[in-house]
């Protein structure tokens, strides 16, 4: 897959979602039972070394070229007030991404990773989605696929995030369109804002919702209406590594509600998805139980640029680690469980 040209091959790829290979996770689910150590005592170290084998085909799954992949975007309903930050902070960050001086730097170095940014015309924001939608069809299809164009062939892992001011109001309005409930279960403060600002975070999901109420429910054109260039890239990215047998680390609540209105209309485009943390913003909660995720890691972090999801892969390697390199109880001369 090289990208969505029109709005049928984004339904097509969505409607059609691969499938694990089966026997290789017959194949790790038999040597973890012939590993030296008590059936299940290593816990989701178990379960993450079996998940990446099915999507890896093959019994020992390794990570020799993962990548994590930053899109950043800027949106309209900045001019609102909804962030603590002014719009200029976007292409500032990614400034500082290039430069090699994020947090996402260090962690991706730290975890093995290489890092791609993907600014996504920084200097044109969405527009305001509390009165028209945030992109037309042709830059809804663009920002897809420029999230598709990061999923290369040879990857063994896929970690997504994004950096966007305002990108927390816009993923609320994802969430509350893709799932219901109303504005104040998926407004949080993101960047920081005081009670005055999630106020307004919470009117402008509200007026963006009324605004496109009579506009089809479908994944696209939420994504394109209520979303934001980085958005749906991570959308893109994620139906595209889908597409390759590419298993994907989402980050935190930005990342997790990119694929809100994919996961609505087909929830098992979360089968080839890991959740690396649970944020601490308060939304992230209700949105991984949605999508039927459970995070490896809670750590407080709130950040964004794939920082969690980045820390997870250090456990994630740990998992195959042990998969890959414990002896069998044949080759230990361990007596097994009778």
């Known amino acids: 897959m090289t990208g969505f040209p029109d709005v049928a091959t984004f339904d097509a790829a969505l409607a059609a979602l691969r499938e694990p290979d089966a026997a290789a996770i017959a194949a790790a689910e038999a040597r973890q039972g012939q590993l030296t150590k008590p059936p299940g005592s290593l816990g989701r170290l178990e379960e993450l070394a079996i998940f990446l084998a099915g999507w890896q085909g093959r019994e020992r799954p390794r990570i020799d070229r993962g990548r994590v992949a930053v899109f950043a975007g800027n949106h309209g309903v900045a001019a609102r007030g909804v962030s603590a930050f002014p719009a200029a902070v976007t ?173 609505a209309a087909a929830p098992d485009i979360v089968g080839h998805c890991i959740a690396g943390h649970r944020s601490a913003e308060p939304g992230h909660v209700r949105l991984l139980d949605q999508l039927g995720l459970q995070p490896l890691l809670t750590l407080d972090m709130r950040l964004g640029e794939a920082s969690g999801a980045a820390v997870a892969v250090a456990v994630i390697r740990s998992a195959l680690a042990a998969h890959a390199g414990m002896a069998t109880f044949a080759e230990a001369g361990v007596s097994g469980a009778g």
């Open 91 to 263: 292409a500032q960050m990614v400034a500082n991404f290039e430069a090699g001086g994020a947090a996402i730097n260090a962690l991706a170095r730290a975890a093995g990773l290489e890092l791609t940014v993907v600014p996504l015309e920084l200097d044109r924001p969405t527009a305001d989605f509390t009165t028209a939608p945030a992109m037309s069809e042709a830059e809804c299809l663009t920002a897809l696929s420029a999230g598709a164009a990061v999923v290369e062939d040879g990857l063994d892992l896929l970690v997504v995030g994004e950096m966007g001011i305002a990108n927390s109001t816009a993923a609320a309005a994802l969430c509350l369109r893709s799932f219901g409930g109303v504005a104040a279960d998926w407004v949080g403060p993101g960047t920081g804002v005081d009670s005055a600002g999630i106020g307004r975070k919470i009117a402008a999901v509200e007026a963006a919702i009324a605004c496109h109420g009579d506009a089809p429910h479908t994944p696209f054109e939420t994504l394109r209406r209520v979303g934001g260039r980085e958005l749906a890239a991570i959308g893109g990215a994620v139906l595209a590594a889908r597409a390759k047998g590419i298993a994907v680390v989402l980050d935190g609540f930005i990342s997790g509600a990119a694929i809100a209105p994919l996961a």
